[in-house]
Each structure stands twice: as C-alpha cells, then as structure tokens.
C-alpha cells in the first residue's frame, strides 16, 4: 500500500489588520446602501471584503459609525389597502371542482350543506 504523505507547514502569522477610518467605512456603506447597488461590487471595488461590509453596515444602522446620519436600510413603498372583492350573494349559484386522484366531482348551483359534508366526506377517504 502506498501513502502520499504531505509535509505540514506551519503559517506564519497573518500580518497587521488594516484599519480604516470612519469616513472611509462611512463612504462604502452610502455605496452599498444607494438602490440598485452590488455589495460584493462596492466592496471589491474598494478593496475590502463583502462581509466586512455588511459589518459596517449594521454599525452604520446603529450609529457607531461617528458622525452622519444613518442611511435609511430600505426606502419605504407606498400601499394602496382596497376593499376585498364582494362576495357573491347566497342566492346566486356556483361550480365547484372537487379532483383527488381518479375522482372528480362537480356540484353545480347551491348544494345542501349537510349533502355537500358526506359528498366530500366519502371522497377525501
């Protein structure tokens, strides 16, 4: 039996972490918060991971940021509340469908209520 052996390296140490300024971070997040915008593209645009991003972000929302008003995370649209569709009056009359498997059932005009609860009752067994 043959076994590849890979030697193990030890890495050395990861180096300095860059520190940015509040304006720097300020600047990417209105970036990445302007509609329409890629996190990931502002980020390596600007050479700084997209996570660390979203980082600055939520500290932005928070005002942690220093100076400046938060960017507002979402712009609000406008809804319109419309009355539900009326419902048809009881003495109008109806179809209804009923498929399950090989079975299909249709009820035309106004079934009993009591007919229409053993009807499905033996259907949906």
Sequence with gaps: MDT??????KRGPRGKYRQHSQEFKRM???LA???GASVARV????????NQVFTWRRQH????????APVAAS?????VVAPPPAAPAPD???TITLEVGRVCLRIEG???PATLALMLEQVLR
């Design 110 to 112: 106004r079934p009993d």
């Design 33 to 35: 918060m302007q509609p």
């Design 61 to 68: 929302a928070a005002g942690q940021l220093g100076a400046g």
């Design 28 to 30: 990417v997040v209105e």
């Design 75 to 79: 712009e609000f649209l406008s809804v």
């Design 43 to 50: 980020a390596r645009d600007h050479g700084v991971n997209a």
């Design 4 to 9: 590849n052996f890979q030697p193990v390296t």
């Design 92 to 94: 109008q009359a109806g």
